[in-house]
């Protein structure tokens, strides 16, 4: 019983290194530069006033980067801005300020991200290397290197995927494998321990029942965080696609007229110098790409190299190009964002 315990906590701390891709870019502050004098980075959160309305969130087309190996794909999504500290606005400055809450909405993100983001950023703290991850449908593997006695050894995990309520994950271990050999035996004979898969550091958000693993994403994975039921997860190559809510295949076709955007409504928002009581603010991509480049954690550089604008009901619209790009002024309608034939300003002066 105690060798089938520690086959589960292995599978349980795998699969849950795989899916720290899920929903959304990081950049915790700790580890970036402390903020100069005279940046546009508040010194101390704003305010919120008593009994404030939600924000509401609506965003189609993101490539949201999470360093420069990791980042994840909206194709489109419905929810709300939630504050995750009683009295203090939602900063895009502070991502752990704020909680996405997704009523509706799909999430995706390619396996070779999700694979290099292992073999980068939790190569300190896995004892697996060179990890690979395929699958389809619900059927998930994950493959990797274990050193024990000096001898590289390759490591295999089976499973499936599911929704649990709760926004939580249900990942079903069918088998878990060393050299080809169930693992149950091969421990038997190499005296393999759990410290040798994953380490002795434990992860919070991983329960483990029997042969089922509960995976919260909101405990596993750092701020911004996402939140919502998930309906649906199944792995498309070379993707792993989220859904939230109620979903049909007509809402994806009628939203893929939509141009690349992000719009908070509502609420209080604030963003460098500025904060905004009954938000109305919307970052539109004007690079004329299919994704909107979008590095969160670093939103400012992307928006010196653009442009902004007032709007009659005195919101705020800013045009930014992709990362690492710059665009000439110009302006747009709401009626050119609802439809993807309508040209946005000047997009061949984007260089």
């Known amino acids: 019983m105690k060798i089938q315990r520690y086959v589960l906590v292995v599978a349980a701390l795998l699969v849950a290194f795989f899916l720290a891709w899920i929903l959304w870019p990081s950049g915790s502050k700790k580890n970036q530069p402390a903020p100069q004098a005279g940046s546009g980075t508040p010194k101390t959160p704003a305010k919120a006033r008593a009994n404030a309305p939600e924000t509401t969130v609506y965003a189609h087309n993101l490539d949201l980067r999470k360093g420069p190996q990791f ?11 939630l504050p995750t500290r009683t009295g203090v606005v939602p900063s895009l400055d502070d991502e752990s300020s704020f909680i996405f809450q997704i009523d ?21 703290r896995s004892p697996l290397k060179e990890m690979k991850l395929t699958g389809d449908g619900q059927q998930i593997r994950l493959s990797g290197i274990m050193h024990k006695l000096l001898i590289p050894l390759p490591v295999e995990v089976l499973g499936t995927i599911a929704p649990a309520p709760g926004g939580r994950i249900h990942v079903s271990i069918s088998k878990i494998n060393v050299l080809k050999m169930p693992v149950r035996g091969l421990l038997k004979g190499l005296k393999v321990e759990v410290d040798d898969i994953v380490g002795k550091e434990p992860v919070d958000g991983v329960e483990v029942r029997d042969n089922d693993i509960y995976l919260n994403t909101t405990v596993l994975l750092p701020p911004p965080h996402i939140r919502g039921q998930i309906s649906a997860i199944e792995l498309h190559a070379p993707d792993v696609v989220v859904t939230y809510g109620s979903t ?5 076709q009628q939203l893929a007229r939509w141009h690349n955007f992000l719009r908070l409504r509502g609420g209080s928002v604030r963003l460098g110098k500025l904060t905004m009581d009954d938000a ?9 790409d299919r994704w909107f480049d979008l590095d969160l954690a ?6 010196v190299r653009g442009f902004s604008r007032m709007t009659p009901d005195r919101g705020l619209e800013m ?8 665009l000439p002024p110009g302006s747009i309608s709401l009626d050119t964002l609802r439809d993807k034939t309508k040209p946005l300003p000047n997009p061949a002066g984007v260089r």
């Open 71 to 81: 980042r994840i794909y909206v194709r489109w999504l419905r929810g709300r801005m």
């Open 104 to 124: 509706r909405g799909l999430i995706h993100a390619n396996l070779g991200d999700i694979a290099n983001y292992l073999n980068s950023a939790m190569a300190a």
């Open 248 to 252: 049909s295949p007509e809402d994806d």
């Open 280 to 288: 109305d603010l919307t970052l539109v991509d004007a690079s004329g």
């Open 298 to 303: 670093n939103y400012n550089d992307q928006l």
């Open 319 to 326: 045009f930014m190009p992709g990362v690492g790009r710059a």
